[in-house]
Protein backbone atom coordinates (compact mmCIF):
# COMPACT_ATOMS: atom_id res chain seq x y z
CA UNK A 1 0.00 0.00 0.00
CA UNK A 2 1.21 3.44 -1.06
CA UNK A 3 1.83 6.01 1.94
CA UNK A 4 -0.04 8.47 3.45
CA UNK A 5 0.29 11.93 1.78
CA UNK A 6 0.88 12.97 5.37
CA UNK A 7 3.53 10.58 6.16
CA UNK A 8 5.22 11.42 2.92
CA UNK A 9 5.21 15.49 4.41
CA UNK A 10 6.29 14.35 7.53
CA UNK A 11 9.55 11.92 6.58
CA UNK A 12 10.19 14.90 3.78
CA UNK A 13 10.01 17.61 6.47
CA UNK A 14 12.04 16.10 9.04
CA UNK A 15 15.85 16.43 7.52
CA UNK A 16 15.21 19.75 6.69
CA UNK A 17 13.96 20.12 10.39
CA UNK A 18 16.93 18.42 11.28
CA UNK A 19 19.50 20.85 9.02
CA UNK A 20 17.96 23.71 10.64
CA UNK A 21 18.51 22.83 14.13
CA UNK A 22 22.67 22.62 13.82
CA UNK A 23 24.60 25.75 13.27
CA UNK A 24 26.11 25.54 9.62
CA UNK A 25 29.73 24.54 8.43
CA UNK A 26 32.21 25.28 9.99
CA UNK A 27 30.80 27.26 13.21
CA UNK A 28 29.76 24.31 15.78
CA UNK A 29 28.03 24.54 19.32
CA UNK A 30 31.09 25.55 21.41
CA UNK A 31 31.42 22.37 23.95
CA UNK A 32 30.27 22.51 27.58
CA UNK A 33 33.97 21.81 29.01
CA UNK A 34 34.72 25.10 27.29
CA UNK A 35 32.04 26.96 29.59
CA UNK A 36 34.06 27.93 32.45
CA UNK A 37 35.71 29.59 29.61
CA UNK A 38 33.68 31.31 27.67
CA UNK A 39 31.18 32.19 30.63
CA UNK A 40 33.37 34.87 31.57
CA UNK A 41 32.98 36.70 28.02
CA UNK A 42 31.26 39.18 26.55
CA UNK A 43 28.41 38.11 24.00
CA UNK A 44 28.82 41.12 21.82
CA UNK A 45 32.41 40.07 20.61
CA UNK A 46 34.20 37.62 19.16
CA UNK A 47 37.23 36.21 20.31
CA UNK A 48 40.44 34.57 19.38
CA UNK A 49 42.63 32.55 21.63
CA UNK A 50 45.75 31.05 21.10
CA UNK A 51 49.17 29.83 22.86
CA UNK A 52 52.28 32.10 22.23
CA UNK A 53 55.14 29.38 22.38
CA UNK A 54 57.87 32.39 21.78
CA UNK A 55 60.70 32.19 24.91
CA UNK A 56 59.92 33.71 27.90
CA UNK A 57 62.83 36.03 27.85
CA UNK A 58 61.95 37.70 24.12
CA UNK A 59 58.82 38.15 25.70
CA UNK A 60 60.09 39.89 28.68
CA UNK A 61 62.21 41.86 26.08
CA UNK A 62 58.64 42.87 24.23
CA UNK A 63 57.35 44.08 27.54
CA UNK A 64 59.97 46.11 28.55
CA UNK A 65 59.11 48.59 25.95
CA UNK A 66 55.50 49.65 26.63
CA UNK A 67 56.25 49.82 30.59
CA UNK A 68 59.29 52.23 30.04
CA UNK A 69 57.21 54.33 27.61
CA UNK A 70 54.68 54.61 30.06
CA UNK A 71 56.77 55.35 32.59
CA UNK A 72 58.51 58.17 31.06
CA UNK A 73 54.92 59.88 29.82
CA UNK A 74 54.19 59.59 33.18
CA UNK A 75 57.18 61.27 34.22
CA UNK A 76 57.08 64.01 32.14
CA UNK A 77 53.29 64.30 33.02
CA UNK A 78 54.52 64.49 36.79
CA UNK A 79 56.49 67.07 35.73
CA UNK A 80 54.38 69.05 33.92
CA UNK A 81 51.84 69.14 36.91
CA UNK A 82 55.01 70.15 39.56
CA UNK A 83 55.54 72.92 36.66
CA UNK A 84 52.29 74.40 36.22
CA UNK A 85 50.66 74.18 39.28
CA UNK A 86 51.73 77.09 40.86
CA UNK A 87 50.71 78.63 37.46
CA UNK A 88 47.26 77.85 37.82
CA UNK A 89 46.76 78.79 41.46
CA UNK A 90 48.23 82.03 40.32
CA UNK A 91 45.46 82.74 38.20
CA UNK A 92 42.72 80.62 40.12
CA UNK A 93 43.98 83.34 43.33
CA UNK A 94 43.37 86.34 40.29
CA UNK A 95 40.13 85.16 39.11
CA UNK A 96 39.09 85.19 43.23
CA UNK A 97 39.72 88.55 43.58
CA UNK A 98 42.98 88.15 44.87
CA UNK A 99 45.33 90.45 42.49
CA UNK A 100 48.73 88.86 41.99
CA UNK A 101 51.58 88.51 39.11
CA UNK A 102 48.87 86.95 36.27
CA UNK A 103 46.06 89.74 37.20
CA UNK A 104 46.05 91.25 34.06
CA UNK A 105 44.63 95.02 33.59
CA UNK A 106 43.52 95.75 30.31
CA UNK A 107 43.64 99.50 30.93
CA UNK A 108 47.47 99.80 31.63
CA UNK A 109 48.49 97.20 29.03
CA UNK A 110 48.99 97.73 24.82
CA UNK A 111 46.58 96.07 22.56
CA UNK A 112 49.66 93.51 21.24
CA UNK A 113 50.30 92.76 24.83
CA UNK A 114 46.63 92.04 25.51
CA UNK A 115 46.64 89.93 23.00
CA UNK A 116 49.79 87.74 23.45
CA UNK A 117 48.75 87.61 27.33
CA UNK A 118 45.30 86.12 26.30
CA UNK A 119 46.74 83.84 23.29
CA UNK A 120 50.00 82.84 25.64
CA UNK A 121 46.85 81.08 27.81
CA UNK A 122 45.00 80.14 25.55
CA UNK A 123 47.45 78.01 24.34
CA UNK A 124 48.51 77.12 27.91
CA UNK A 125 44.84 75.45 28.54
CA UNK A 126 44.89 73.57 25.28
CA UNK A 127 48.06 72.23 25.60
CA UNK A 128 47.17 70.86 29.17
CA UNK A 129 43.53 70.03 28.12
CA UNK A 130 45.58 68.11 24.74
CA UNK A 131 48.06 65.91 27.60
CA UNK A 132 45.29 65.48 29.69
CA UNK A 133 42.47 64.17 27.39
CA UNK A 134 44.80 62.10 25.08
CA UNK A 135 47.76 61.74 26.48
CA UNK A 136 47.46 61.05 30.73
CA UNK A 137 45.36 58.14 29.68
CA UNK A 138 48.23 55.98 28.29
CA UNK A 139 50.07 54.94 31.57
CA UNK A 140 46.86 54.70 33.52
CA UNK A 141 45.17 51.94 31.50
CA UNK A 142 48.40 50.46 31.40
CA UNK A 143 48.22 49.91 34.72
CA UNK A 144 44.91 50.21 36.16
CA UNK A 145 42.94 49.23 32.84
CA UNK A 146 39.68 51.56 32.04
CA UNK A 147 35.95 51.20 31.73
CA UNK A 148 36.05 50.11 27.98
CA UNK A 149 38.91 47.72 28.27
CA UNK A 150 38.73 44.52 30.59
CA UNK A 151 41.80 44.32 32.61
CA UNK A 152 44.87 45.59 32.13
CA UNK A 153 48.81 45.12 30.61
CA UNK A 154 50.46 45.42 34.37
CA UNK A 155 47.26 43.55 35.72
CA UNK A 156 47.53 40.50 32.94
CA UNK A 157 51.70 40.44 34.26
CA UNK A 158 51.27 40.53 37.63
CA UNK A 159 48.86 37.81 37.47
CA UNK A 160 50.47 35.36 35.37
CA UNK A 161 53.78 36.63 35.35
CA UNK A 162 56.32 35.73 31.84
CA UNK A 163 55.60 31.94 30.93
CA UNK A 164 57.55 29.87 27.49
CA UNK A 165 53.79 29.16 26.90
CA UNK A 166 51.08 31.73 27.14
CA UNK A 167 47.52 31.86 26.47
CA UNK A 168 46.45 35.38 24.01
CA UNK A 169 42.67 36.27 23.82
CA UNK A 170 41.88 38.78 21.32
CA UNK A 171 38.70 40.35 21.40
CA UNK A 172 36.85 42.21 18.53
CA UNK A 173 36.51 45.70 17.83
CA UNK A 174 34.03 48.00 15.90
CA UNK A 175 33.55 46.12 13.32
CA UNK A 176 32.05 42.88 15.09
CA UNK A 177 28.73 46.07 15.09
CA UNK A 178 28.30 46.10 11.42
CA UNK A 179 28.74 42.39 10.20
CA UNK A 180 25.17 40.92 11.43
CA UNK A 181 23.89 37.32 11.84
CA UNK A 182 27.27 35.41 10.42
CA UNK A 183 25.97 32.37 10.86
CA UNK A 184 22.54 32.72 9.29
CA UNK A 185 23.26 34.89 6.40
CA UNK A 186 25.59 32.77 4.82
CA UNK A 187 26.25 34.39 1.76
CA UNK A 188 26.42 38.20 2.94
CA UNK A 189 28.94 40.44 2.92
CA UNK A 190 28.92 40.25 6.51
CA UNK A 191 29.92 36.82 6.74
CA UNK A 192 32.97 37.57 4.11
CA UNK A 193 34.16 40.33 5.99
CA UNK A 194 34.00 38.09 9.23
CA UNK A 195 36.19 35.11 7.54
CA UNK A 196 38.20 38.02 6.27
CA UNK A 197 39.35 39.31 9.99
CA UNK A 198 39.76 35.63 11.00
CA UNK A 199 41.88 35.01 8.24
CA UNK A 200 44.30 37.69 8.37
CA UNK A 201 44.13 37.22 12.32
CA UNK A 202 44.97 32.97 12.35
CA UNK A 203 47.32 33.30 9.84
CA UNK A 204 50.38 30.72 10.95
CA UNK A 205 52.78 33.56 9.74
CA UNK A 206 51.35 36.13 11.98
CA UNK A 207 50.91 33.44 14.77
CA UNK A 208 54.92 32.57 14.69
CA UNK A 209 56.25 35.78 13.01
CA UNK A 210 54.56 38.42 16.38
CA UNK A 211 54.67 37.54 20.23
CA UNK A 212 51.09 37.60 21.50
CA UNK A 213 51.29 41.22 22.40
CA UNK A 214 51.66 42.91 18.76
CA UNK A 215 48.61 40.70 18.14
CA UNK A 216 46.67 43.99 18.71
CA UNK A 217 45.82 46.29 15.98
CA UNK A 218 42.80 48.19 14.40
CA UNK A 219 40.36 45.27 14.27
CA UNK A 220 41.55 43.44 17.98
CA UNK A 221 41.64 43.98 21.27
CA UNK A 222 43.42 42.06 23.59
CA UNK A 223 41.20 40.98 26.80
CA UNK A 224 43.63 41.22 29.91
CA UNK A 225 40.95 39.81 32.11
CA UNK A 226 40.26 37.02 29.88
CA UNK A 227 43.84 36.03 29.46
CA UNK A 228 43.84 36.26 33.26
CA UNK A 229 41.23 33.94 33.53
CA UNK A 230 42.10 31.05 30.65
CA UNK A 231 45.44 31.11 32.49
CA UNK A 232 43.72 30.44 35.98
CA UNK A 233 41.93 27.60 34.84
CA UNK A 234 44.92 25.88 33.08
CA UNK A 235 46.89 26.35 35.86
CA UNK A 236 44.23 24.61 38.16
CA UNK A 237 43.48 21.82 35.44
CA UNK A 238 40.19 22.78 34.85
CA UNK A 239 41.26 23.22 31.16
CA UNK A 240 44.22 21.80 29.12
CA UNK A 241 46.53 23.91 27.15
CA UNK A 242 45.88 22.12 24.39
CA UNK A 243 42.64 23.64 24.20
CA UNK A 244 43.84 26.60 22.45
CA UNK A 245 47.14 25.27 20.28
CA UNK A 246 44.76 25.11 17.85
CA UNK A 247 43.14 28.85 17.62
CA UNK A 248 39.62 28.69 18.88
CA UNK A 249 37.78 31.20 18.16
CA UNK A 250 34.49 31.81 20.05
CA UNK A 251 31.07 34.11 18.91
CA UNK A 252 27.36 34.27 20.46
CA UNK A 253 24.61 33.19 18.17
CA UNK A 254 20.92 34.74 20.22
CA UNK A 255 20.27 31.16 18.58
CA UNK A 256 22.59 28.19 19.04
CA UNK A 257 24.65 30.25 22.35
CA UNK A 258 28.26 30.21 22.33
CA UNK A 259 29.77 28.81 18.98
CA UNK A 260 32.98 27.95 17.97
CA UNK A 261 34.68 27.90 14.09
CA UNK A 262 36.05 25.04 12.69
CA UNK A 263 39.58 26.19 11.77
CA UNK A 264 40.78 22.69 10.59
CA UNK A 265 38.75 22.83 7.34
CA UNK A 266 38.74 23.97 4.00
CA UNK A 267 42.07 22.90 1.28
CA UNK A 268 44.56 25.25 2.47
CA UNK A 269 43.69 23.78 6.50
CA UNK A 270 46.59 21.45 6.04
CA UNK A 271 49.44 23.68 4.60
CA UNK A 272 48.16 25.84 7.59
CA UNK A 273 49.20 23.89 9.99
CA UNK A 274 52.33 22.44 8.59
CA UNK A 275 53.48 25.89 8.04
CA UNK A 276 52.57 26.63 12.07
CA UNK A 277 54.74 23.59 12.76
CA UNK A 278 57.73 24.51 10.74
CA UNK A 279 57.52 27.87 12.52
CA UNK A 280 57.55 26.60 16.44
CA UNK A 281 60.42 23.93 15.35
CA UNK A 282 62.16 26.94 14.30
CA UNK A 283 61.33 29.04 17.34
CA UNK A 284 62.56 25.49 19.35
CA UNK A 285 65.67 25.63 17.91
CA UNK A 286 66.41 29.52 18.29
CA UNK A 287 65.72 29.19 22.23
CA UNK A 288 68.79 26.46 22.10
CA UNK A 289 71.10 28.77 20.26
CA UNK A 290 70.59 26.45 16.86
CA UNK A 291 68.86 28.33 14.94
CA UNK A 292 71.27 27.59 12.48
CA UNK A 293 70.37 24.01 12.44
CA UNK A 294 67.18 25.15 11.00
CA UNK A 295 68.34 26.79 7.52
CA UNK A 296 71.13 23.98 7.26
CA UNK A 297 67.89 21.37 7.56
CA UNK A 298 66.11 23.94 5.15
CA UNK A 299 68.61 23.61 2.49
CA UNK A 300 69.34 20.18 2.38
CA UNK A 301 65.25 19.59 2.13
CA UNK A 302 65.29 21.73 -0.90
CA UNK A 303 68.52 20.47 -2.51
CA UNK A 304 67.26 17.12 -2.43
CA UNK A 305 63.52 18.00 -3.88
CA UNK A 306 65.40 19.64 -6.49
CA UNK A 307 67.59 16.26 -7.80
CA UNK A 308 66.56 14.80 -11.13
CA UNK A 309 64.52 11.87 -10.46
CA UNK A 310 62.06 13.38 -7.71
CA UNK A 311 61.90 12.97 -4.36
CA UNK A 312 61.32 9.07 -4.42
CA UNK A 313 60.33 6.94 -1.23
CA UNK A 314 64.04 5.70 -0.89
CA UNK A 315 65.08 9.34 -1.34
CA UNK A 316 62.98 10.07 1.74
CA UNK A 317 64.32 7.74 4.09
CA UNK A 318 68.26 9.04 2.57
CA UNK A 319 67.07 12.54 3.00
CA UNK A 320 65.66 11.93 6.60
CA UNK A 321 68.66 10.03 8.23
CA UNK A 322 70.81 12.78 6.43
CA UNK A 323 69.08 14.92 8.87
CA UNK A 324 69.33 13.06 11.98
CA UNK A 325 73.23 12.82 11.99
CA UNK A 326 73.43 16.85 11.22
CA UNK A 327 71.39 17.08 14.34
CA UNK A 328 73.28 14.35 15.95
CA UNK A 329 76.61 15.77 15.44
CA UNK A 330 74.97 19.49 17.29
CA UNK A 331 73.59 17.29 20.28
CA UNK A 332 70.31 16.77 19.13
CA UNK A 333 67.91 14.09 18.45
CA UNK A 334 65.69 15.14 15.68
CA UNK A 335 62.74 12.89 16.43
CA UNK A 336 62.73 13.93 20.05
CA UNK A 337 63.15 17.61 19.85
CA UNK A 338 60.77 17.59 16.84
CA UNK A 339 57.86 15.93 19.09
CA UNK A 340 58.94 18.05 22.38
CA UNK A 341 58.16 21.40 20.38
CA UNK A 342 55.63 20.83 17.75
CA UNK A 343 53.93 18.06 19.57
CA UNK A 344 53.44 15.43 17.10
CA UNK A 345 56.00 12.60 15.21
CA UNK A 346 55.30 13.94 11.74
CA UNK A 347 54.55 17.25 9.40
CA UNK A 348 50.49 17.49 9.38
CA UNK A 349 48.88 15.28 6.72
CA UNK A 350 52.11 13.29 6.61
CA UNK A 351 51.69 10.62 8.87
Not at 231 to 253: E, R, S, Y
Request: aromatic share 14%.
Amino acid sequence: MAPSKKASKASSSSPTTAASSAPPKPFKVAPDSLKPFFSDLSKKHIYIAHVDTKPRDFKLKIFLVPVAMNMVVALLFAWRIYYIAPYYLLLLASTLGYSNELTLQASELTYSALLYAILRRTFTFFLDFLLGVFVWPWPVEFAFGSAMRRGSPVGWRWAVGFRDKEIYLRRSRDWDKTIGDVIVDDNGSGRNEFFSHLNSATSPMLLQEKTGYLTMNGEWDLDWAGMVHATQLVDNKVLAMDTFTTPLVLLHNGRFGWMCVDMNTGANAKEDERRRQVFQFRDALAAVGKENLFFRWIEIVQFETSQPGGFTGKKQIETAQKIRDLFKEEGIDFDEFWMQSVGSASLAGMD
